[in-house]
């Protein structure tokens, strides 16, 4: 018996190149997911511009940062679609579609977009665009009909949001046109800053990007939140909100040795120097191949758009489908 594969989209925004907490969070398991399933990856371009519409060479610059970091950690075009919102129109169309079933309150109380507001500071003056990046998302994630989606936290209350905009469309079409989707998380769902305050974020400033050099790892483990009572390496330390062990936890993949650091460092006795060396060594091992990787696909510019257009002139073609469906819905396929 032959099993059908199931469908993975998932996306990153051009803001910025990738960094730790994408690694960790989502494409390490895209990585290996690529193997079993239909797997489409979005270089979400336009929903980037929902707050750079004055800065769009914020996101324009991106958009091959973000090709070679895909490659560079492992996925591979052979096997996972890698397209450009901006050249998919259906995403677009999906998005007006879908824009007139979902209410503007409804829009304010998801939660992610509400501390967006807060830490950007936008008050009255939100782009609209931003307000409804959910709904452009709820059209990427169905124009693929994709029923996983392999992400971090913060984008769960997105997922609820398309899996609302899932039912009233097909409770308009009296059958399933659309599918609903679950999220994947990873084992390390919301990989924090290097300050401890906040999710690590492209946007943010506060990230260790995968193509870091050498110097930048290690000023990052230095400057990293520990225990502030921890004064005297005799005295005991706090295991809890101190990010090298968070970053331990996330990235060593020797799980009683850091079980053992913890004991140590509780009991007294193990400083942090110590502790922040032994993950700068085991962040430099993770990411120098991937350094070396981006650096020689980003040498190669016109391959990376060939492979970003390629995906898209497939992605096109699901995503029309999709459209045509749901234009279906609303009696519009006259000619
Ligand atoms: P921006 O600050 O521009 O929003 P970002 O760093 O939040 O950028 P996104 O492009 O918004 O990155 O997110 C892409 C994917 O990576 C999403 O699935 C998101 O949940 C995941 N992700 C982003 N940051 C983290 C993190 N710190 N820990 C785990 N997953 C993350
Ligand atoms: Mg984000």
Redesign the pocket.
Same mark, same amino acid.
């Not at 390390?188 to 924090?192: Q, S, Y």
């Given at each position: 018996m032959t099993s059908v594969k199931q469908t993975i989209l998932? %996306? #990153?925004?051009a803001?910025?190149p990738l960094?730790l907490?994408?690694y960790?969070?989502?494409l390490q398991q895209r990585v290996e997911l690529q193997h079993t399933h239909n797997q489409t990856i979005l270089v979400?371009d336009m929903q980037?511009l929902t707050?750079n519409g004055l800065t769009p060479d914020k996101v324009s610059s991106n958009i091959l940062n973000v090709v070679a970091d895909y490659l560079a950690v492992g996925i591979d075009p052979t096997l996972t679609t890698i397209c450009l919102q901006s050249k998919i129109p259906p995403l677009a169309e999906l998005t007006m579609f879908y824009s007139n079933l979902v209410s503007v309150s409804r829009l304010e109380r998801n939660p992610t977009v509400k501390s967006?507001i807060q830490s950007k500071q936008f008050g009255r003056s939100i782009p609209a665009g931003f307000l409804t990046y959910p709904i452009s998302q709820a059209a990427d994630i169905t124009a693929f009909r994709a029923n996983l989606v392999?992400? %971090? #936290?913060?984008?769960l209350p997105m997922l609820e949001q398309t899996n609302e905009i899932v039912r009233k469309i097909n409770r308009l079409a009296g059958k399933d046109i659309l599918v609903e989707c679950k999220p994947i998380l990873?084992h390390?769902?919301?990989?924090?800053s290097t300050d401890g305050k906040n999710?690590?974020?492209?946007?943010?400033g506060n990230?260790i990007n995968l193509g870091a050099s050498v110097k930048e790892i290690s000023q990052a483990v230095k400057s990293m939140y520990t225990d502030p009572n921890h004064l005297k390496v005799e005295a005991p330390g706090q295991i809890e909100g101190n990010v090298v062990f968070t970053y331990l936890d996330a990235f060593c993949d020797d799980k009683q040795y850091v079980a053992n650091l913890k004991a140590h460092y509780a009991a007294g006795g193990l400083g942090d120097g110590v502790t922040k060396k032994i993950l700068e060594e085991c962040l430099q091992e993770i990411l120098a191949p991937i350094r070396h990787k981006r650096e020689s696909f980003l040498a190669d510019k016109q391959e990376l758009i060939n492979i970003l257009r390629q995906g898209t002139e497939s992605a096109n073609q699901t995503a029309s489908e999709v459209l045509d469906d749901v234009k279906a819905v609303y009696g519009l396929n006259i000619f």
């Open positions: 998932t %996306g #990153d925004r803001t910025g960094h907490g994408h960790i969070g989502s979400a980037g707050d967006e392999p992400v %971090g #936290d913060d984008q990873s390390v769902p919301r990989l924090p999710k690590m974020s492209k946007s943010m990230a």
